[in-house]
Structures are given as C-alpha cells and as structure tokens.
C-alpha cells in the first residue's frame, strides 16, 4: 500500500487511489456529530450561494457552515461541534459549506474512493483502509481555508499512515502540541461565541465513532455524504 501525504485544495486536485479528505477543526468532526445525532445524508458544497440555493429548492433541509470560522447569514448551524452536539437531526439532510473541507471533497475527482478524515472516527478509518487493502492512499491535510497549514490536519493524517504502516502514535503529546499551537484560538476570549473551547476537547476525541463518512455522486452529479460502519 502506497500512502502519500498531500495538503491545500490543489493536494485534493492531485489526490488519487482511495482519498481522505482531512479537516479536523472542524467541518468533518461536525459532520461526525450530524450524523451520530441521526441524518440521513450530507451534501457537501464549495460555495455559500449553491448552500443557499438548494436549501432555497428544499425548504426541509437543513444548512450548516462558515465563512471566516463564523455561521452564515442565513446558515440555521455555524461549524461547531458544540453548537450542534445535542440537536436532534434524525432523518434530515444536512448541507454544509465550509473555507476547506467541503470545498476540499469537491475538488478530489481522481479519487477512486472519497471520505473524510477527522480524528473522532480516525480508527473506523484506519479499519476500512485495511479491510479493503487499496494500492494508493492520499490523505489530504486541507489546512486553514485550504491554502495555510495548520498542525491539526497534519496530525491527523501523520496518525491515520503511522496506523496503517503499524507504527504508534503519541496521541496525547500531538493534542498537547495542538492546544498551544493551531488550536489556541479556541481559548481566545473573542472567539468564545463562534469557536468555543469545547470544539477543541470535541475534535480532539479519537476514534469514539465507528463510522466513515464516504462521499458518491448521485444522478444528478451532486456529492454526498453517507454513514457506513466499520467493524
């Protein structure tokens, strides 16, 4: 199994082989937290006005996102995990636009297979990575907005490859290094209402889902996203 590690929208352009699209902080936990609460599917898309049009088509639907780490005008959910944790979303679909995840997974259409990373469900990924054995794994670090790096999309990724290739992880130092290095800004007072300092503790549980999230094309050519468990 090769394993490569790219980052940015244009890692996820270059991405191929089975396709891990990364964003910690924190489209693709939030996604995670949707979905344990209940939703039918995701539709992920890369810009806020597609997001508002489809809701617009689909009064029932329900819009989650950001801009600039902020909810929408417009949006009913930014993308906090904490904001989010305990509603119920039972039979719903969700749309979600974010600065990079969501535009990542649309960007990455060389992969053969799609799903995203995140560190809550990191080890449900792992196991599907090996139950299925591919060729080619690229696991793509999304970064800030998909253009800056950030440590925790990195981490993830580096985890997700030392697990593949059977080597350990100091997971507890990479959530030390985390609190003081990209994921300070949560612990900033300013950001309290938009980025709480719960997101962080939230994202940085790992594996306490066993899923995946994988991404498909339906007819009409939109992406979404769907639960699959992993034993």
């Known amino acids: 199994m090769k394993i490569n590690i790219f980052q940015f929208l244009d890692g996820a352009r270059q991405a191929h082989g089975l396709t891990v699209i990364i964003d910690v902080f924190r489209a693709f936990t939030v996604a995670c937290y949707v979905f344990r609460n209940g939703a039918k599917k995701i539709i992920p898309v890369q810009n806020v006005e597609r997001a508002l049009k489809i809701r617009k088509e689909n009064p029932g639907y329900i819009i989650t996102g950001e801009r600039y780490e902020k909810k929408v005008s417009g949006f009913d959910f930014g993308n906090s995990p904490s904001q989010i944790e305990k509603v119920d979303f039972t039979g719903k679909t969700v749309i979600q636009t974010t600065s990079a995840g969501t535009r990542g997974l649309v960007n990455a259409k060389k992969a053969s297979i799609l799903i995203?990373?995140?560190?809550?469900?990191?080890?449900?990924?792992?196991?599907?990575i090996n139950n299925i054995s591919p060729e080619t794994v690229s696991l793509v670090a999304m970064g800030y907005s998909g253009k800056l790096p950030v440590d925790e999309d990195l981490f993830c990724a580096e985890y997700i490859r030392n697990s593949l290739e059977g080597r350990n992880t100091d997971f507890?130092?990479?959530?030390?290094?985390?609190?003081?290095?990209?994921?300070?800004?949560?612990?900033?007072?300013?950001?309290?209402?938009?980025?709480?300092?719960?997101d962080f503790y939230l994202c940085t549980q790992k594996g306490i889902f066993d899923f995946i999230l994988k991404a498909e094309r339906n007819n009409s050519g939109m992406i979404e996203l769907k639960k699959e468990i992993v034993k």
């Open 172 to 198: 507890p130092s990479m959530v030390k290094k985390l609190k003081i290095g990209s994921g300070k800004r949560f612990f900033i007072s300013e950001n309290k209402k938009h980025s709480p300092p719960n």
């Open 116 to 128: 995203t990373g995140s560190f809550v469900n990191a080890d449900a990924i792992v196991r599907y």
